[in-house]
């Protein structure tokens, strides 16, 4: 079999079109759903139980129910239950900005609950307010831990934003589905899909690795000097 | 030894020969079953029904074969066939030049048109020339979907994964009309009365055919000898009255 290259140049220009919008859709929910998860991540490691139960509830739904079924009602079912009517941009970003929370709070959680529990008590020792622990002390290293699962849950939604398709959203894959139903050429079409999808997660990925590089740089610059200070002191000593 | 290695390949050539020729007498058939009247799922037996489906097991006896339903997407039907999945495609599939050049059809079986069917209180739109600056709302890869994409001036023709979800697109307001087969529609509207309705006559004359791969000659002259006998001997207008016509 023979693959049909006029008509994989002909279709770059459509595909071209779903990446767009699937790149959109995908940073916009990311960036969504890293605010909320964030605040839901936090709030499931509130002493107050009420707070934490809220978080886990939403955690609990938008992880156990299928991102399918999400988008379905959010687009659906709004209109006769609240009254709410939401364009299909507008319900594609909240299906997938609520689904990425979900799990974007758990990578924040388990990413502060790697902290060593020292940590805290060296900074409540050194006379440190609960704030400035978490801000200065926790977080920071916290942070650096959850770049790598981040960039996967990036790499996820991406890929998972095909779903949108169903409430009639031309994303990458949907473009690539309107031109077989006309040409009946699955293997070209979905191949060049495949392609477009690797370079934009390849895309992520290397954002991923330097913003890790970038962070441990700072922090083997901190260490560097540490080491450099405790030379002196050794130097100094008869 | 020798004899006996002989026996035994000759015995296994048996075995895979008659296993071909039972497999043979399978006629696997694609069908995207979401599509009443003509193809669906029974809610109460789990069987799939409808005017195809019925008219193929008809043929099928007929042409002294057994049916094998295998239910896909629509968006992946003729490719499925094409890969060998299926035998033949039956599935309120219109005759199209585009199709006709990817594969072989039998005879006509069935003759339809698109319609336009929009909000049962919607005086607005009377001929697909007033869908223009309207949101129309079809199912992927149908003829509907490319009879949307013919009229001048559509605001967007939205392409949904399945007929009902075109419909429920236009009953939330998210669609002006749904252009789709007439019997779909009269089905979605004798399912839901009172929400939709149906705009006019047909805009369009179209004929379903049951899709082979190319090349497959001897079973596209069954399958038409097989669809004349039915039409010959009262078995098509006894089916078209159950199942389109409801009686």
Redesign the interface.
Known sequence: MGLDWGLIVRSLPALGQGAVTTLTLTVISISLGLVLGTVIGLMRLARIWMVGAVASAYVWFFRGTPLLIQLFLI??AM??LLGI?LD?WQAGIIALSLNSAAYIAEIVRAGIQSIDVGQTEAAQALGLTKFQTAWFIILPQAFRRIIPPLGNEFILLLKDSSLV??I?L?ELL?AG??I???T???VEIYALIAIIYLIMTSAISVLVTFTERWLRVETRGDQRRTRGARGVARAGAP | MRRGLIVLLLTLALVVSAAGAAAAQTLRVGVNAAFPPFEYIDDETGEYVGFDMALIREMAARMGMEVEIINTAWDGIIPGLLAGHYDVIISAMTITNERAQAVDFSDPYFATGQVIVVHAGDDSIQTPADLAGKVVAVQIGTTGHFAAERIEGVASVDHYQFAPEAFLALKTGRADAVVVDELVAIQEIRANPGELKVVGQPFTVEYYGIALRKGREDLLRAINRALAQVRADGTYDELYRTWILGE
């Open positions: 687009y659906y209109p006769p009517t299909r398709s169903v009639a031309e949907r589905q309107l077989v139903t006309r009946f050429k699955p």
